[in-house]
């Protein structure tokens, strides 16, 4: 499988791991709206390392990720790409209010922004589904039981980017460690039980 960058980074890559550096401020986020006064939603910006393959068809990707939270928003993330302001990613992020949560993004031109559970691990299994035009985050602590984080349409081309994206919006940076991931090639039955 033949892997390429949007704003390559440092890494290392073994047998089913991979650690991406989170540099210094970046992120993936499109806001065409207020930041607010103390500025907690991020601006427009998109200089986050996104290291992806591409994908046709229906298909099921996945990976255990883990970092060392150190500032708010230090995450690492999943993401689908069909272009700058048609995307959607997944992440294992620290919180504003000092929690580690599962956090979905999801851009049709502007970016919403959504936390999800909190997780007390270190590791946590995040999923991505493609059904058609149709797509669901999945969160798991097991790798066996999934639970859906978000279910959601985004226009996208036969062909998509899917991969690993590191990013330090607010923090110094550092590395983000992706696991055991896999992307297999198959149409599940169930989009919102991802599988």
């Not at 048609?86 to 620290?94: G, L, V």
């Not at 049709?108 to 922004?113: C, E, F, L, R």
């Not at 999934?146 to 959601?152: A, H, V």
Request: net charge negative; proline share 2%.
């Amino acid at each position: 499988m033949k892997f390429d960058w949007m704003n390559e980074s440092s890494f290392i890559e073994k047998e089913g791991r991979i650690e991406i550096y989170a540099p210094k401020g970046s992120d993936i986020f499109c806001n065409n709206g207020d930041v607010g006064e103390e500025g907690l939603t991020p601006e427009t910006i998109c200089n986050a390392p996104f290291y992806y393959t591409e994908v046709t068809g229906d298909f099921v990707m996945k990976a255990r990720v883990s970092l060392e939270f150190q500032e708010t928003f230090d995450s690492a993330c999943i993401m689908v790409w069909q272009d700058k302001t048609h995307w959607a990613k997944a992440c294992f992020e620290k919180t504003e209010y000092d929690t580690h949560a599962v956090v979905s993004v999801v851009t049709k031109d502007t970016s919403d922004d959504a936390n999800g559970c909190n997780v007390e691990e270190e590791k946590v299994w995040l999923q991505v589904s493609r059904r058609g035009s149709a797509f669901a985050f999945h969160y798991s602590l097991d790798g066996e039981n999934f639970y859906m984080m978000r279910f959601f349409v985004l226009s996208a081309d036969e062909t998509v980017k899917a991969g690993f994206v590191a990013q330090a919006p607010q923090g110094e940076g550092g590395i983000r460690v992706f696991e055991d991931w896999s992307i297999e090639h198959k149409t599940v039955k169930n989009i919102r039980a991802g599988k």
